[in-house]
C-alpha cells in the first residue's frame, strides 16, 4: 500500500515536471499554474506520509524545477531568484504540512489506544463478573465431591481394587479447584500490599520452584542480576505469581535442551526484568492477542495466566510486554523503584 503511494507522488512530480519542460518559456501564466501545482504532491507526501518523507518529495521536487530555471530562464535573474525563492518555500511548506500531520496522527494515535484500553476495561469487568458468578455455583457442589471422594478412599482403604480410581477422581477435581482459583485471581484481584522487597529474592523463590520441572524437561535457567539492586515496593507474593506465569509459559513452550534467561536491569526510575528464551517465539498475532482473557495457544490452557499476570503488574504501576525478536520468545517486566 506504501509502495503504491509513493508511486502514486513521485509520479504526480514527475507529470508536473514534464508540464514545464514541455511548455514554451513565452507562456508565463502556465508556468506559473504549473509551478504552484508541485505543491500537490508535497502535501500528499505530508498526509500519507511523515515530516521526513514531506521534506524528502520538496527537496525532489526543487531538483526536478532546477534545471527548468537554470536552462530555460537563463538571462531572467529577478524571476529566476523568485523562483529559487519558491523552491524554498515547497520544503518550508513540507516542513510545516508534515509537524501537523504527525501531530494529527500521534493524537488519533493516542485517542485509539485509550479506545483500546478502555474497551478491554469494559471486557475483563464483564468476563471477571462472569468468572465470579461460575467459580461460586460450581466451588460449593465441587466442595461436596472433593469431601464425598475423601470419605469413600477412607472407607475403600489403599488396598482396595478401585482405590486408584477415587485417587484419580480426586486428582481432577483438584485440578478443576486450581482452576477454579484462578478464575476468582482474575475476577476478584487483591489490592497489592506494598512492601520493600528484593526483586531478586523474589526470582530466586520462583527459580527454585520450578527448577525440578525444569532438569526433567533438560531445560536450563541462567540468571542474569543487575547489582546492586534496590529494594522496591511490591506485594511479594502477587509479583512472584506474575514470575512464575511468565517462567511456566516459557517452560511449556520450550524443546528439550532449550535456554530460558532471566535478567535485570535498573534504567532510570524502572527496574526491568526480561525472560528470553531460544523457543519457538511468538507470531505477530499472537502477541497482540497474547494477554487477552481465555486466549490460549494450549490444549489445557484457561488463557488467564498471562491476563492475570498483566492485571497485576498495572496494579504495581509497572507494565508487562512481549516484545519482538528474530529467534524465541522475550517477556519484559517493569516495575517503578522510585
Known sequence: MNLKKHLNVLILELIISGLHYSTPIHLHHFHAIFQRLYYFPIILAAYYFNLKFAIAYAVLSGLLYIPHIFFQWEGHAVHSFTQYIEISMFVVIAAVLGFLFDSRRRQQDKILQQQE??????RLSLLGKLAAGLAHEIRNPLGGLLGSAEILEDSLGKEHPKAEFVQIIQKELKRVNGKLNEFLDFARPRKPDLVPNDIHDIIREVVFIIKTEADKAGITIKE????????????????KQVILNIVLNSLKALPNKGEL??????????????????????????????????????????????????????????????????????????????
Do not use: W
Not at 532471566?262 to 497482540?288: A, C, H, L, M
Not at 495457544?297 to 507494565?319: D, F, M, R
Open 117 to 122: 484500553e478502555l474497551s478491554r476495561e469494559k
Open 224 to 239: 542474569d542480576y543487575a547489582l546492586p539492586m534496590p529494594l522496591i515496593p511490591v506485594d511479594a507474593e502477587q509479583i
Open 261 to 338: 534467561v532471566i535478567k535485570t536491569i535498573i534504567q532510570d526510575k524502572e527496574i526491568i526484568v526480561s525472560f528470553k528464551d531460544n523457543g519457538p517465539g511468538i507470531s505477530p498475532k499472537e502477541r497482540d492477542s497474547i494477554f487477552e482473557p481465555f486466549y490460549t495457544t494450549k490444549e489445557k490452557g484457561t488463557g488467564l495466566g498471562l491476563s492475570i499476570s498483566q492485571q497485576l503488574t498495572e496494579a504495581h504501576h509497572g507494565t508487562l510486554t512481549a516484545l519482538h525478536q528474530e529467534k524465541g520468545a522475550c517477556f519484559e517486566l517493569r516495575l517503578p523503584h522510585e
